[in-house]
């Protein structure tokens, strides 16, 4: 099939364009798909099952849950004050630097 670019005024070339992505998007789609249907097979005749190769999520990549991490600074202002030492500093301990306290003054 054979188009004559030239021939083709402005609106025409942005709806051969469009129609272009949007088979190239279907056909990217049908490749995705054939290519899946060939690593289920391959993986159930080596006689495993998908989740034992890539884990237990069928995504991909799972997110780890949110445990609770041990304290490693302490507030010696109040002591009920800690910080795991991730994510955003607290208040009290930038003060504490700001005072001349170093981290390892902190450290619990």
């Known amino acids: ?8 005024n402005h609106n025409q070339l942005n709806e051969l364009i469009s129609k272009a992505q949007v088979r190239q998007q279907e056909l990217r789609k049908e490749k995705v798909a054939k ?7 391959l ?3 080596e006689g ?3 989740d034992d190769i890539f884990g237990g999520a069928k ?9 609770t991490v041990a304290p490693k600074y302490r507030n010696p202002a109040d002591p009920e004050q800690v910080w795991s030492g991730r994510g955003k500093r607290p208040r009290w301990f930038n003060d504490a630097l700001k005072a001349g306290k170093k ?6």
Do not use: N, P, Q
């Open 35 to 41: 290519l899946r249907e060939k690593i289920h097979a």
């Open 103 to 108: 981290e390892k003054d902190l450290a619990i």
């Open 43 to 45: 993986i159930k005749a």
């Open 59 to 67: 995504g991909g990549k799972t997110r780890r849950s949110g445990g």
């Open 48 to 50: 495993y099952s998908f």
């Open 1 to 8: 099939m054979a188009v004559d670019l030239k021939s083709l």
